[in-house]
């Protein structure tokens, strides 16, 4: 088993500094808690609502900026894995969505959000490679970012490439639904997880900012799918969500009986694309 | 506004006439009460746990036999669109898991199963083809069969071909879920409706069959993954149930401000298989 902790913060638009602080405590806060693998929102250090792209141009930073510094310098300190979004300058220029995996004594790794959601591609660059499928001690993880998890052929390719756990910072504005059903997006985990026997630990956010309001969906869920912590939504707390996890669980890909979530696709039969 | 109905009927292992009877009478009174669009559940008329190839081969019929007949000529009587599941002998000799697709006044449309669930594989041979988008009156509607729903590859291609409603024919088993949560089946449909903003109606069965007992987990879902209409997974009654639902709504893939489910796609990224 292996504890797993999404810290769903409220970061402040523009405040850097206060936002490290706030990320860097919360991880301290986790790794006391006993978790292994700690996850922060999408760009935890920025916020998310840029009025356009010279405003996050001008909030970017390098891998190697103050963000990332801060979460491998953690990694190291407290032997624990640090998953958290940041609003990347990338060494050819441009701008992206990306998220960080710190791994102790590591490199830090870089995922660079492909699928842009609404006016994100009017502000960011896509990405445009697979999500990396980063080994640990505890298992193999792999980041993807928010509506990247809209897209089912988007989260089988670090699911076919041997994922145990996807982590996933986001930041869900708070969609209509109707009354007594979860937010769509966690019924979309809840599916992409059992679907490619995969666990999933989603870190969602919460904090009006600029007039948009979040889902604090934050959830952990099994390789089945079923939720092992999941935020309140009628909260708007911040709150760290813990939750121990069987990642081995995630290898098998029998659901009963001859049936196998990998064998079972008709690959002779999906076009490409 | 289209009225669809799905039958969740409790077909008896082998009664192919009585199955027959049962279906008929369940879809005189859907459509009575209103249904344009009438889906039965898998293997209706023959029943579906099968001891092995042989047993399956001695109650398949051909397109033009007794089964597909009667929804033929349900389906021209009343005015109705009729899909139901069935144990087909194929032109090729070989015995397929069925669904016939009944349009008023056009020849029956048959897909066959091309991913088989557990001990299926021992007794049918799988299909090969994607599903027909079949036109009707009130919309464009294809077929899926049960565990076809569980691959999200699969259910893309209907919905890029153009469907507004996917109709599944389905044989739930009841496998365990945590307390309070919904069928996993039924969170996958969701999210497969969502991920597509494509509706969906899958009709289930009840009834204990050697052994067998089933979720009794029918649906009508929107094209946001919102049930319209749920059966009672603690009640094991024969049920129709009954929704309005809009399938013009699928012909729009918009999310939300410049998002859009299709569009959005990094088709580009997208390994073929």
Redesign the interface.
């Known amino acids: 088993m292996t504890r797993i902790a999404c810290c769903q913060l409220a970061p402040v638009f523009g405040d850097v500094d206060g936002n490290v602080a706030r990320s860097v405590e919360a991880v301290r806060d986790a790794a006391a808690r006993g978790a292994r693998i700690i996850v922060l929102p999408e760009l935890m250090t920025t916020g998310y609502v840029f009025a356009d792209a010279d405003e996050a141009r001008s909030l970017a930073e390098p891998v190697d900026g103050p963000s990332v510094t801060a979460w491998r310098r953690l990694a190291d300190e407290l032997d624990v894995v640090v998953v958290g979004g940041f609003c990347e300058l990338g060494d050819d220029g441009r701008v992206y969505n990306s998220a960080a995996v710190l791994v102790p004594q590591k490199p830090a790794v870089v995922h660079r959000k492909?699928?842009?959601?609404?006016?994100e591609?009017?502000v960011f660059t896509?990405g445009?490679a697979?999500p990396p499928v980063v080994e640990t001690l505890h298992g193999r993880i792999a980041p993807l970012i928010c509506?990247e998890l809209?897209?089912?052929?988007?989260v089988?390719?670090p699911a076919l490439a041997g994922a145990d756990l996807i982590v996933a910072p986001g930041n869900w504005?708070d969609?209509p639904?109707?009354d007594g059903?979860r937010p769509?997006e966690v019924?979309?985990v809840?599916?992409?997880a059992?679907?490619n026997r995969v666990a999933i630990a989603v870190c969602d956010r919460v904090g009006t900012e600029r007039g948009v309001d979040w889902t604090s969906g934050s959830l952990i869920v099994d390789a089945?799918?079923?939720?092992l912590a999941m935020a309140d939504y009628t909260s708007s707390e911040v709150t760290t969500l813990v939750a121990d996890v069987d990642l081995l669980d995630s290898r098998t890909k029998k659901l009963?009986?001859?049936?196998d979530?990998f064998a079972?696709?008709?690959?002779?039969?999906?076009?490409?694309?």
Chains 1, 2 share one sequence.
Do not use: K, M, N, V
């Open positions: 492909t699928h842009l959601w609404d006016r591609r009017l896509a445009d697979a509506y809209e897209f089912p052929e988007w089988r390719i504005p969609l639904r109707p059903e769509g019924i979309r809840q599916a992409d059992s679907i089945d799918g079923w939720p009963a009986g001859l049936s979530a079972d696709r008709r690959t002779d039969l999906y076009p490409g694309g």
